[in-house]
């Protein structure tokens, strides 16, 4: 099957871009995430998509952009962490190295918290969390190949982690130590 060497998903904030880049790096291939592609296309934010066209019209966009992105990347592809809940979307993902990136509700108001960025949080976040969290973790397993906790780890070690999961090939040369084992001089 073509297409991304592996897929990220996971709830906003987990981390996908940073260690969606630092994975790319240590594979050698490209790096794509589908809400970037959304923000170039159409010249906005995010958030002003939400406020002005509301959320079905953002998630039609999104769902082309995933589309999109899984028949033409063949790198790393991060996706919207709202993006699993359109089924199609969600059948476009079987069978592929989907990586799900997971973190507890402690985690994710550490690292969200009260970020309006982020329309779908911007009002009391741990409840939302929960919530969102309840409508979407089965959503994010069955799309899964694989789950890493990225709770108290830094992003070096969930691209290792991810890395273990899929038993993704290096390219030749890669000489980047694990965590913790790097060369002081
Ligand atoms: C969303 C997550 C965001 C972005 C939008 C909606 C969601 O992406 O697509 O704000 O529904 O969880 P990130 O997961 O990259 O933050």
Redesign the pocket.
């Known amino acids: 099957m073509s297409g991304p060497l592996v897929v990220l998903v ?5 981390g ?2 940073t260690v969606g880049e630092l994975l790319a790096e240590r594979l050698g291939a490209a790096y794509r ?1 589908t ?1 970037a592609d959304i923000v170039a296309a159409e010249n906005r934010t ?2 002003d998509i ?1 406020v002005d066209e509301g959320e079905d019209h ?1 998630r039609a966009l ?1 769902r082309a952009a995933v589309r999109d992105a899984v028949a033409g990347h063949t790198g790393v592809l ?1 996706l ?4 699993v ?1 359109d089924p199609s979307t969600r059948a476009l993902l079987a069978g592929r190295p989907v990586v799900y990136l997971s973190m507890d509700v402690d985690e994710a108001v550490k690292r969200v918290g009260l970020n309006t960025a ?3 949080l911007a009002v009391n976040p741990r409840r939302q969390w929960r919530e ?1 969290m309840e409508a979407r973790r089965p959503l994010y397993t069955e799309v899964a190949r694989t789950v890493v906790a990225t709770d108290d780890r830094v992003p070096e070690e969930v691209v290792q982690a991810v890395l273990d999961a899929l038993e993704l090939p290096l390219p030749a040369g890669d000489t980047t130590p694990p965590h913790g084992q790097e060369k002081t001089v």
């Open positions: 996971g709830p906003m904030g987990v996908k871009s995430d809400d995010i958030a939400f953002f999104e991060s919207g962490g709202g993006a809940l982020r329309p779908l969102l």
